[in-house]
């Protein structure tokens, strides 16, 4: 019958650091996987982080181009914009233009809706031919507090010489100075005379 403690016994051939690992190694090796899973995980969190930002920067495209198509829409319908400023979420600012309430065709979660939108409406002139021949509306879309986390946008409406005369003409109805409208005939001042 063969002696039991023959079979555990390692073979004579066999040295010391052939048995198993030492400390140093294991250490080694978790320094190893620690650097490596800091590095992925920091990665993840970038991508994660890039990838909030790409959906408010689309959240903040659509809701730019909706209120953009809704100012278009009142324009030409013949009910212009006030020149003043509208500020509020891109929700309330679509309510004030199309003039009812506005729900999204999108779901927005509750909380979620950090889109903030501010539009100002002001005239623009074009030297020698009026001080208003179009508006300028400026649509400013946040959804963070810095610069990287905005969205602006500028729409010129140009007037049709109707509307031209008829905004001219709202300026020179007392206030006893000329919006310097018209095209230069060439005519000359009193001044050039003499």
């Known amino acids: 019958m063969r002696n039991p403690s023959l079979l555990n016994r390692v073979p004579k051939w066999t040295t010391s650091y052939e048995r198993g690992f030492t400390l140093v190694e294991i250490l080694i090796a978790l320094v190893i996987l620690a650097t490596s899973l800091t590095v992925i995980l920091g990665l993840q969190s970038a991508v994660i982080d890039r990838t ?3 959906n408010l920067k689309k959240q903040a495209l659509l809701a730019t181009r ?3 198509s ?3 829409a009142r324009e030409a319908d013949g009910n212009p914009l006030d020149t003043e400023r ?7 600012l679509l309510g004030t233009l199309l003039e009812v309430p506005y729900e999204p065709p999108y779901e927005i979660p509750e909380g979620q809706n950090i889109l903030r939108a501010e539009m100002v409406v002001e005239y623009w002139g074009i030297p020698n031919v009026s001080e208003k021949a179009m508006k300028r509306i400026q649509l400013t879309v ?5 610069i990287r ?4 946008t500028t729409l010129f ?5 109707d509307q031209l005369a008829s905004v001219d003409d709202e300026d020179d109805d007392g206030s006893g100075a000329s919006a310097g409208g018209g095209i230069d005939d060439g005519g000359g001042t009193d001044d050039e005379e003499s």
């Open 70 to 72: 809704a100012v278009e």
């Open 86 to 92: 509208y500020e509020g979420t891109p929700q309330d």
């Open 52 to 54: 909030v930002t790409a």
């Open 157 to 161: 409406i140009p007037f049709d010489e």
């Open 149 to 152: 986390e905005q969205l602006t």
């Open 66 to 68: 909706e209120i953009l």
């Open 142 to 146: 946040r959804w963070g507090e810095t």
